[in-house]
């Protein structure tokens, strides 16, 4: 058995040397492992994951499972969502939000990959906006990751500096039996303080 699985583990790694789904140093997804490849053996695929570990994938695995390469064509596109209160103008959100797109330097748009902003969903509290954008994947860590943080922080401070409203999750409360008064309890942090 073990010298079955050593054979087909070095027949793999021949077959990947020719036909290569992705180069040492490409940014990929081998079933769940995601990482770096940092080397492409008889035997084995060597993978740095971004949080530091070595992942050896055995090349009779690689052959027979999805893999996903990010660095191939060098663009990735990310999506994240942002709510905003429903009293909000949705086509004025939009155009701020794209507008703090276009002054992040790491993210791309060109003819081939357009970002856009989509209603997404009615939420309790808030109407989603779902953000789509590009980023450059040569240097996955920094120019995906490291990007995705910097926009998703500069679209929030874009709308609040436009005036829009980013609630978080609204409770109503709803008086029954000819009540018209409720007491509430506000919380400080140093203690409680009833509201009139």
Known sequence: ETFKDIGENFISGIILAFSRPFDVNDTVMIGDNFGKVKA????????????GRDVYIPNSDVLTTPVTNYTEDGFYRWDFIIGIAYENNIDGAKKTVLEALRKEPNVIEDEEHENFVIEDELATSTVNLKVFFWVDTKDFRKMAL???????????????DAGYYMPADIQEIKLYGG??????WLSTGKGEKRAK
Request: net charge neutral.
């Open 40 to 51: 492409l053996e008889f035997r084995y695929t060597k993978l740095k994951t971004f949080d």
């Open 146 to 160: 490291i990007t995705k943080g910097n926009v998703v922080k500069n679209v929030k401070e874009a709308l609040e």
């Open 179 to 184: 009540e018209t008064e409720f007491p509430v």
